[in-house]
DNA sequence: TCCCAGGGGCATC
DNA sequence: GATGCCCATGGG
Protein backbone atom coordinates (compact mmCIF):
# COMPACT_ATOMS: atom_id res chain seq x y z
CA UNK A 1 0.00 0.00 0.00
CA UNK A 2 0.96 3.26 -1.10
CA UNK A 3 1.63 5.89 2.12
CA UNK A 4 -0.04 9.01 1.88
CA UNK A 5 3.18 11.73 1.21
CA UNK A 6 2.85 15.88 1.88
CA UNK A 7 5.25 18.47 2.00
CA UNK A 8 4.93 21.88 4.42
CA UNK A 9 7.47 24.71 3.41
CA UNK A 10 9.58 26.10 6.24
CA UNK A 11 10.48 29.51 7.24
CA UNK A 12 14.31 30.64 5.82
CA UNK A 13 14.92 31.08 9.74
CA UNK A 14 14.71 26.85 10.66
CA UNK A 15 16.69 24.22 10.58
CA UNK A 16 15.47 20.79 10.65
CA UNK A 17 18.28 18.98 11.97
CA UNK A 18 18.73 21.61 14.74
CA UNK A 19 14.93 19.82 15.63
CA UNK A 20 16.28 16.41 15.25
CA UNK A 21 19.36 16.95 17.60
CA UNK A 22 17.37 18.33 20.36
CA UNK A 23 14.45 15.69 20.27
CA UNK A 24 17.34 13.21 20.40
CA UNK A 25 19.69 14.49 22.72
CA UNK A 26 21.06 10.62 23.96
CA UNK A 27 18.22 10.94 26.55
CA UNK A 28 15.84 8.21 25.44
CA UNK A 29 12.61 9.91 25.13
CA UNK A 30 9.65 7.12 24.02
CA UNK A 31 7.29 9.82 22.27
CA UNK A 32 9.31 10.03 19.47
CA UNK A 33 12.05 8.73 16.95
CA UNK A 34 14.77 9.72 15.24
CA UNK A 35 17.04 8.30 12.90
CA UNK A 36 19.11 8.89 10.24
CA UNK A 37 17.51 12.76 9.45
CA UNK A 38 14.06 11.51 9.92
CA UNK A 39 11.84 11.67 13.27
CA UNK A 40 8.61 9.14 13.53
CA UNK A 41 5.99 10.18 15.91
CA UNK A 42 2.44 8.62 16.63
CA UNK A 43 -0.14 11.41 16.90
CA UNK A 44 -4.04 11.34 18.12
CA UNK A 45 -5.26 12.47 14.89
CA UNK A 46 -9.39 13.18 15.69
CA UNK A 47 -9.05 9.84 18.11
CA UNK A 48 -7.11 8.00 15.85
CA UNK A 49 -3.57 6.99 15.95
CA UNK A 50 -1.42 7.98 12.99
CA UNK A 51 1.92 7.41 12.45
CA UNK A 52 3.80 10.14 10.64
CA UNK A 53 7.54 10.35 9.48
CA UNK A 54 9.18 13.85 9.07
CA UNK A 55 12.07 14.38 6.91
CA UNK A 56 13.43 17.57 4.97
CA UNK A 57 13.81 17.61 1.39
CA UNK A 58 14.75 20.78 -0.76
CA UNK A 59 14.37 23.12 2.06
CA UNK A 60 10.24 21.80 2.75
CA UNK A 61 9.42 19.11 5.37
CA UNK A 62 8.16 15.91 3.97
CA UNK A 63 5.82 14.27 5.66
CA UNK A 64 4.56 10.45 5.45
CA UNK A 65 2.03 9.25 6.84
CA UNK A 66 3.09 5.53 7.92
CA UNK A 67 0.45 3.85 9.85
CA UNK A 68 -3.59 4.82 9.97
CA UNK A 69 -5.32 7.48 7.26
CA UNK A 70 -6.45 10.60 7.41
CA UNK A 71 -9.27 12.34 5.13
CA UNK A 72 -7.18 15.80 4.95
CA UNK A 73 -3.95 16.25 6.19
CA UNK A 74 -4.99 19.35 7.84
CA UNK A 75 -4.90 18.58 11.57
CA UNK A 76 -1.05 16.66 11.16
CA UNK A 77 -0.21 20.09 9.33
CA UNK A 78 -0.95 22.04 12.33
CA UNK A 79 0.22 19.64 14.54
CA UNK A 80 3.48 20.40 12.92
CA UNK A 81 3.52 23.74 13.57
CA UNK A 82 2.90 23.77 16.49
CA UNK A 83 5.39 20.95 17.56
CA UNK A 84 8.04 22.95 16.03
CA UNK A 85 7.14 26.43 16.68
CA UNK A 86 7.44 26.67 13.24
CA UNK A 87 5.94 29.28 11.98
CA UNK A 88 7.59 31.84 14.51
CA UNK A 89 9.74 34.69 13.20
CA UNK A 90 12.99 34.63 15.13
CA UNK A 91 15.11 37.33 13.78
CA UNK A 92 13.87 39.86 16.44
CA UNK A 93 15.79 37.12 19.09
CA UNK A 94 18.53 36.82 17.04
CA UNK A 95 19.27 41.00 16.85
CA UNK A 96 18.90 40.61 21.01
CA UNK A 97 21.53 37.94 21.00
CA UNK A 98 24.09 39.59 19.06
CA UNK A 99 23.68 43.39 21.22
CA UNK A 100 25.24 41.01 24.44
CA UNK A 101 28.28 39.98 23.50
CA UNK A 102 28.28 36.68 25.82
CA UNK A 103 25.18 35.70 24.21
CA UNK A 104 26.06 36.19 20.94
CA UNK A 105 27.82 32.89 20.44
CA UNK A 106 24.26 31.18 20.83
CA UNK A 107 23.03 32.25 17.83
CA UNK A 108 26.07 31.43 15.78
CA UNK A 109 25.94 27.66 17.55
CA UNK A 110 22.33 27.16 17.33
CA UNK A 111 21.67 28.61 14.02
CA UNK A 112 17.78 28.97 13.33
CA UNK A 113 16.66 26.44 16.28
CA UNK A 114 13.36 26.33 17.04
CA UNK A 115 11.50 25.50 20.02
CA UNK A 116 10.65 21.83 19.97
CA UNK A 117 7.20 21.55 22.39
CA UNK A 118 5.06 19.66 23.82
CA UNK A 119 1.26 20.20 22.32
CA UNK A 120 -0.01 17.65 24.59
CA UNK A 121 -1.40 20.13 27.83
CA UNK A 122 -1.32 16.25 29.81
CA UNK A 123 1.91 15.14 28.81
CA UNK A 124 3.28 18.12 29.55
CA UNK A 125 2.17 18.78 32.92
CA UNK A 126 3.02 14.87 33.67
CA UNK A 127 6.57 15.35 32.32
CA UNK A 128 7.01 18.81 34.44
CA UNK A 129 5.82 17.01 37.80
CA UNK A 130 8.05 14.13 37.25
CA UNK A 131 11.19 15.94 36.03
CA UNK A 132 11.03 17.96 39.31
CA UNK A 133 14.02 17.60 41.75
CA UNK A 134 15.36 14.13 40.19
CA UNK A 135 18.16 13.89 37.46
CA UNK A 136 16.70 13.85 33.80
CA UNK A 137 17.67 10.39 32.93
CA UNK A 138 15.60 8.62 35.88
CA UNK A 139 13.22 10.64 34.47
CA UNK A 140 12.88 9.34 31.29
CA UNK A 141 12.34 5.80 32.72
CA UNK A 142 9.58 6.88 35.04
CA UNK A 143 8.03 8.50 32.27
CA UNK A 144 8.40 5.51 29.90
CA UNK A 145 7.05 3.01 32.43
CA UNK A 146 4.27 4.92 32.43
CA UNK A 147 3.79 5.28 28.49
CA UNK A 148 4.25 1.40 27.76
CA UNK A 149 1.86 0.64 30.66
CA UNK A 150 -1.02 2.90 29.85
CA UNK A 151 -0.25 4.43 26.47
CA UNK A 152 -2.00 3.68 23.48
CA UNK A 153 0.71 1.66 20.87
CA UNK A 154 0.46 0.99 17.63
CA UNK A 155 3.48 -1.52 15.98
CA UNK A 156 5.29 -0.65 12.76
CA UNK A 157 8.36 -2.76 11.24
CA UNK A 158 8.58 -4.29 14.75
CA UNK A 159 8.85 -1.09 16.41
CA UNK A 160 6.08 -0.27 18.96
CA UNK A 161 5.30 3.87 18.79
CA UNK A 162 3.20 5.11 21.80
CA UNK A 163 0.69 8.02 22.18
CA UNK A 164 0.85 9.73 25.77
CA UNK A 165 -1.55 7.96 28.42
CA UNK A 166 -4.97 9.55 28.34
CA UNK A 167 -6.00 11.80 31.57
CA UNK A 168 -8.88 9.52 31.17
CA UNK A 169 -7.53 6.57 31.73
CA UNK A 170 -4.90 7.81 34.65
CA UNK A 171 -7.48 9.07 36.34
CA UNK A 172 -9.09 6.12 37.37
CA UNK A 173 -5.51 4.46 38.90
CA UNK A 174 -4.79 4.39 42.85
CA UNK A 175 -1.71 6.08 44.12
CA UNK A 176 -0.17 3.11 44.76
CA UNK A 177 -0.47 1.93 41.68
CA UNK A 178 1.28 5.15 40.14
CA UNK A 179 3.84 4.87 42.91
CA UNK A 180 5.05 1.40 41.39
CA UNK A 181 6.81 3.70 38.97
CA UNK A 182 8.92 5.34 40.92
CA UNK A 183 6.98 8.08 41.34
CA UNK A 184 7.45 10.10 44.70
CA UNK A 185 3.73 9.53 46.96
CA UNK A 186 3.08 13.40 46.45
CA UNK A 187 4.02 12.64 42.48
CA UNK A 188 1.56 10.38 42.39
CA UNK A 189 -0.77 12.12 44.21
CA UNK A 190 -0.45 15.41 41.54
CA UNK A 191 -0.55 13.68 38.63
CA UNK A 192 -4.09 11.83 39.81
CA UNK A 193 -5.48 15.00 40.82
CA UNK A 194 -4.47 16.93 37.53
CA UNK A 195 -5.77 13.71 35.29
CA UNK A 196 -9.49 14.07 37.32
CA UNK A 197 -9.90 17.44 36.54
CA UNK A 198 -8.66 17.35 33.17
CA UNK A 199 -11.56 14.55 32.64
CA UNK A 200 -13.88 16.08 34.52
CA UNK A 201 -13.48 19.22 32.23
CA UNK A 202 -12.74 21.80 35.60
CA UNK A 203 -9.01 22.43 33.59
CA UNK A 204 -8.16 22.46 30.00
CA UNK A 205 -5.55 23.68 27.67
CA UNK A 206 -7.53 26.37 26.19
CA UNK A 207 -9.45 27.36 29.29
CA UNK A 208 -5.61 28.90 30.41
CA UNK A 209 -4.75 29.66 26.92
CA UNK A 210 -7.67 31.89 26.70
CA UNK A 211 -6.27 33.82 30.15
CA UNK A 212 -5.67 37.72 29.58
CA UNK A 213 -2.74 37.88 30.91
CA UNK A 214 0.57 35.91 31.31
CA UNK A 215 0.28 36.09 35.05
CA UNK A 216 -3.38 34.83 35.12
CA UNK A 217 -1.98 31.85 33.47
CA UNK A 218 0.93 31.48 35.92
CA UNK A 219 -1.41 31.76 38.72
CA UNK A 220 -4.36 29.84 38.02
CA UNK A 221 -1.64 27.06 37.59
CA UNK A 222 0.17 27.64 40.46
CA UNK A 223 -3.12 27.15 42.35
CA UNK A 224 -3.06 23.04 41.56
CA UNK A 225 -0.90 21.13 43.74
CA UNK A 226 1.98 20.35 42.78
CA UNK A 227 2.11 23.15 40.21
CA UNK A 228 4.94 25.65 41.50
CA UNK A 229 6.23 28.58 39.51
CA UNK A 230 8.38 25.92 38.13
CA UNK A 231 6.36 23.77 36.37
CA UNK A 232 3.93 26.18 35.54
CA UNK A 233 6.12 28.49 33.60
CA UNK A 234 7.61 25.06 31.60
CA UNK A 235 4.30 24.22 30.61
CA UNK A 236 3.36 27.49 29.51
CA UNK A 237 6.35 27.47 27.12
CA UNK A 238 6.42 24.12 25.72
CA UNK A 239 2.69 23.81 25.86
CA UNK A 240 1.36 26.88 25.07
CA UNK A 241 4.41 28.82 23.31
CA UNK A 242 4.09 31.68 25.47
CA UNK A 243 6.76 34.03 24.93
CA UNK A 244 7.71 35.33 28.41
CA UNK A 245 8.11 32.27 30.15
CA UNK A 246 11.62 31.86 32.87
CA UNK A 247 11.25 29.39 35.81
CA UNK A 248 13.51 31.14 37.78
CA UNK A 249 15.34 28.99 39.94
CA UNK A 250 16.25 26.43 37.46
CA UNK A 251 19.00 24.57 38.08
CA UNK A 252 20.08 24.33 34.72
CA UNK A 253 19.67 28.07 33.66
CA UNK A 254 22.08 28.52 36.76
CA UNK A 255 24.44 26.48 35.40
CA UNK A 256 24.16 28.43 32.04
CA UNK A 257 24.44 31.72 33.05
CA UNK A 258 27.16 31.13 35.35
CA UNK A 259 29.12 29.45 32.13
CA UNK A 260 28.19 32.28 29.70
CA UNK A 261 28.29 35.15 31.47
CA UNK A 262 29.47 34.52 35.06
CA UNK A 263 26.44 35.25 37.01
CA UNK A 264 26.29 33.67 40.37
CA UNK A 265 23.31 31.63 40.59
CA UNK A 266 22.43 33.58 44.13
CA UNK A 267 22.51 37.01 42.15
CA UNK A 268 18.46 36.92 41.51
CA UNK A 269 18.96 40.55 40.57
CA UNK A 270 21.06 40.33 37.29
CA UNK A 271 19.41 36.96 36.68
CA UNK A 272 16.42 39.25 36.02
CA UNK A 273 18.02 41.90 34.30
CA UNK A 274 19.44 39.46 31.90
CA UNK A 275 16.14 37.88 30.99
CA UNK A 276 14.29 42.03 31.40
CA UNK A 277 16.54 42.30 28.00
CA UNK A 278 14.77 39.47 26.22
CA UNK A 279 11.21 41.03 26.55
CA UNK A 280 9.06 39.00 24.39
CA UNK A 281 11.70 36.43 23.53
CA UNK A 282 12.36 35.31 27.65
CA UNK A 283 11.08 32.03 26.63
CA UNK A 284 13.58 31.65 23.63
CA UNK A 285 16.15 32.87 26.14
CA UNK A 286 15.60 30.04 28.26
CA UNK A 287 15.56 27.45 25.59
CA UNK A 288 18.48 28.54 24.43
CA UNK A 289 19.86 28.46 27.44
CA UNK A 290 19.21 25.07 27.86
CA UNK A 291 20.43 23.95 24.63
CA UNK A 292 23.71 25.40 25.72
CA UNK A 293 23.74 23.29 28.27
CA UNK A 294 24.45 19.92 26.28
CA UNK A 295 26.88 21.27 24.32
CA UNK A 296 28.99 17.96 22.77
CA UNK A 297 32.22 20.07 22.97
C1' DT B 1 29.95 9.17 51.74
C1' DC B 2 28.36 13.43 50.20
C1' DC B 3 26.04 16.59 47.11
C1' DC B 4 23.00 17.64 43.62
C1' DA B 5 19.48 17.08 39.94
C1' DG B 6 15.17 21.05 34.40
C1' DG B 7 10.89 21.72 42.61
C1' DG B 8 7.06 22.00 45.64
C1' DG B 9 4.52 21.72 49.92
C1' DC B 10 4.40 22.52 54.47
C1' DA B 11 5.46 23.96 59.26
C1' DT B 12 7.35 27.44 61.81
C1' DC B 13 8.66 31.80 63.23
C1' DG C 1 7.99 36.44 53.56
C1' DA C 2 11.84 34.05 54.77
C1' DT C 3 13.78 29.80 56.21
C1' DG C 4 14.35 24.89 56.93
C1' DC C 5 12.91 20.39 56.24
C1' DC C 6 11.00 16.47 53.72
C1' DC C 7 10.28 13.80 49.69
C1' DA C 8 12.93 9.67 46.93
C1' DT C 9 16.11 8.00 43.35
C1' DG C 10 20.41 7.83 40.79
C1' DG C 11 24.70 9.91 38.99
C1' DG C 12 29.15 11.94 39.73
Not at 11 to 36: G, I, Q, T, Y
Not at 67 to 84: D, H, L, M, P, R
Request: charged residues 25%; proline residues 4%.
Amino acid sequence: MKHQVFTIPIPKLFSFAECLWFLDRNLDDCMHEVKDGYVRKLLDIKGKPVLIRISEIQKVLQVEVLYGTVANTEAIISYIKEWFDLERDIRPFYALLKKDKDLSVLAEHYKRLHMVGIPNFFEALCWSIIGQQINLQFAYRVKRRLVEQYGQCVTYENKKYYLFPEPEIISTLRVDELRSFQLTQKKAEYILTIAKRLTEGALSKQQIHNLPTEDEMIASLVNIRGIGPWTANYTLMKSLRIMNCVPYGDAGIHHAVQKLKGIDKNNQAAIKALFDAFEGWKTYLVYYLWRSLREPE
